[in-house]
């Protein structure tokens, strides 16, 4: 069965840094694309960057581009958003999800999520 | 704002068939599969359809996706009242080269 369990949330003040780490099992982690998503409170699902399988190919969404930052460890089967100059509007339920077959970004399935919060 | 275009809601009384549609551009929905997901309050979404028209194991044959041109569909028939949630359409976008999500459809059971 695949899991994907996020962690490293929590509340932090606009400008400051966090890491957010999604640990994988149940399938080939370096096989797969992966990705984070995020969902502010009440509002739809927002795309927040994808990785290959590699670690080589990275993207990013225009809102994020420039202050997070996406890896990945094959060797420990983890993914990685690294996330500075936090916004309040950086607020969500961020995702992390594995692409949903060979070679697709698009996610599935999803990890349960972790709560960030950027408040003064 | 999403470049992928859903109506915000959409209602049907039970054994009803329901349609979403998800109106995107040829460098999302044009070139390349849809995906829908149903995501109820609390939970993580959940796959219903890949590659436009597929449904995962489990899925119950009700859901059945759709797509032409720009445009894809998401039909349940049979509608029940579990069936009351958000649902999403994606897809990845060639000139973002990013995946593009939809607003989302709130799917009222009456």
């Known amino acids: 069965e695949v899991q994907l369990v996020e962690s490293g949330g929590g509340l932090v003040k606009p400008g400051e840094s966090l890491r957010l780490s999604c640990t994988a099992s149940?399938?080939?982690?370096?096989?797969?694309?992966m990705n984070w998503v995020r969902q502010a409170p009440g509002k739809g699902l927002e795309w927040v960057s994808s990785?290959?399988?590699?670690?080589?190919?990275?993207y990013y969404s225009d809102s994020v581009k420039g202050r997070f930052t996406i890896s990945r460890d094959n060797a420990k089967d983890s993914l990685f958003l690294q996330m500075n100059s936090l916004r309040t509007e950086d607020t969500a339920v961020y995702y992390c999800?594995?692409?949903?077959?060979?070679?697709?970004?698009?996610?599935?399935?999803w990890g349960r999520g972790i709560l960030v919060t950027v408040s003064s | 704002q999403s470049v992928l275009t859903q109506a915000p809601s959409a209602s049907g009384t039970p054994g009803q068939r329901v349609t979403i549609s998800c109106s995107g551009s040829?460098?999302?929905?044009?070139?390349?599969?849809v995906y829908w997901y149903q995501q109820l309050p609390g939970t993580a979404p959940k796959l219903l359809i890949y590659?436009?028209?597929r449904r995962p194991s489990g899925v119950p044959d009700r859901f059945s996706g759709s797509q032409s041109g720009t445009t894809a569909s998401l039909a349940i028939s049979g509608l029940r009242s579990e069936d009351e949630a958000d649902y999403y359409c994606?897809?990845?976008?060639?000139?973002?080269?990013?995946?593009?999500f939809g607003g989302g459809t709130h799917l009222t059971v009456l």
């Open positions: 149940g399938f080939t982690f370096r096989d797969y694309n």
């Open positions: 040829s460098s999302n929905i044009g070139s390349n599969y």
């Open positions: 990785i290959g399988g590699s670690g080589a190919y990275l």
């Open positions: 590659r436009s028209s």
């Open positions: 999800a594995r692409g949903h077959d060979y070679g697709d970004y698009v996610p599935d399935p």
């Open positions: 994606a897809a990845w976008d060639d000139r973002l080269s990013g995946v593009l």
